[in-house]
């Protein structure tokens, strides 16, 4: 167990649907990352928070959101879905400081049929 | 246009062989860090390197970050089955929050 909970681990849903995506930072870290991972992009980085304000933003879709809660939680949302949506997406959490690791949760699974 | 790529993209080897994995870019980096991530899971970090010409060990890894800040190599000694799985660089540039991940070598050994 790392410390950081994504639920669910598994989401199946159809196009043009709506989903959330959770994500628990270890305790302590401040920061909370957004990951999406497909076979063919590899690693990419979607959107990070620190203690509840965005701090940087990637290649991250109109259509995708997300925030951080007071008590650091996060959300991923995930709106008109379609086919190529479909991908591993992690959360990580951080400490305060650049020069810490990552601690990535074990991603959910999302399929879009 | 990929930032960080890694060579070789696959990797299979036997049991007790010795091997390397590269990370390459032309931008340099204020810090840089190795991950390993096994199927179903998350990234796991494995070392953080932040100096031109930093040597690290880790047990039979050894992690060195380029003098220039722009590349940094993985070797591994006598690669055991339980190293297979997909290694990941990921470097920070300075005045940004976020680490860019790298393509990413899959490494399988063989028993």
């Known amino acids: 167990d790392s410390g950081v909970t994504q639920t669910p681990k598994h989401l199946i849903t159809a196009t043009g649907q709506r989903v959330t995506l959770r994500c628990s930072p270890r305790?302590?870290?401040?920061?909370v990352y957004w990951y999406q991972q497909s076979l063919d992009q590899g690693l990419q980085f979607l959107i990070q928070?620190?203690?509840?304000?965005?701090?940087a933003k990637g290649n991250i879709l109109e259509r995708f959101s997300a925030q951080q809660f007071p008590d650091l939680h996060s959300e991923l949302n995930l709106s008109s879905l379609e086919l190529g949506d479909s991908a591993l997406y992690f959360c990580a959490s951080s400490p305060l400081g650049q020069n810490y690791g990552y601690t990535f949760g074990s991603g959910t699974r999302l399929t879009v049929v | 246009t990929q930032l960080l790529e890694q060579s070789p993209q696959f990797l299979s080897i036997q049991e007790g062989e010795n091997l390397t994995v590269y990370c390459n870019s032309s931008?340099?980096?204020?810090?840089l860090q190795w991950y390993r991530q096994e199927p179903g899971e998350g990234p796991v970090l494995l070392v953080t390197?932040?100096?031109?010409?930093e040597v690290k060990k880790l047990k039979r890894l050894t992690f060195q970050f380029g003098d220039a800040r722009k590349d940094s190599s993985l070797h591994i000694t006598a690669a055991q089955p339980g190293d297979t799985g997909l290694y990941l660089c990921a470097g920070l540039r300075g005045g940004t929050y976020k680490y860019i991940f790298g393509t990413g070598t899959r490494l399988k050994v063989l028993a």
């Open positions: 931008s340099v980096f204020s810090s």
């Open positions: 390197v932040v100096t031109g010409g």
């Open positions: 928070y620190y203690n509840g304000e965005e701090r």
């Open positions: 305790s302590g870290d401040l920061s």
